[in-house]
């Protein structure tokens, strides 16, 4: 008797406070707003093994490219790329972006990114966490935002890429619209 009156209960409050806790999460989530929006532009300068490249490089090859098709297939790249507010490599950075990306594909130009923004000026301190599949045929990308620190604090949402520029393999330009859509 004892047994079946504790299970009772505790259906009874699962169902009492289920509700509540649906309603909460729900309350806090606006896929058509987000609560905060930031757009920034990713500069990655790939070392290219020459001297005179050291001092602008801000990426490397460590692991290099397969010998599996003609898209870069297995190359892994390590970056410390710069984030600015335009589109000018030679702007003041408001972030680094700190992370790596490999090339996933045999058949065509993919890449998969997982990276930290690290903020440290005077408009934001703290980190954002992103990283996704980059299909790099598409004229824009959805990568996730998996979290944050400081004032993006446990932060989730979407940071859309669209190529901006591209030299060869040497350099790129990502514009980024970062949508939040968790911000404590």
Known sequence: MTTFSQKSCFIILALIISPSVSATRASKFQAEKPCKRMVLYYHDKLFDGTDKDKA???SATVVNASKLGNSYFGML???NDPITNDDKFHSPPVAKAQG????DRKDTYTAWFAYTLVFNSSEHKGTLNIMGADLMTEKT???SVVGGTGDFFMARGIATFQ???FQGLYYFRLK????LYECY
């Open 100 to 103: 790596f990306y490999f090339y």
């Open 77 to 79: 790249v390590v970056f």
């Open 56 to 58: 602008n490089a801000t």
């Open 163 to 165: 190529t901006d520029t």
């Open 176 to 179: 980024m619209d970062i949508k």
């Open 141 to 143: 990308r959805d990568l």
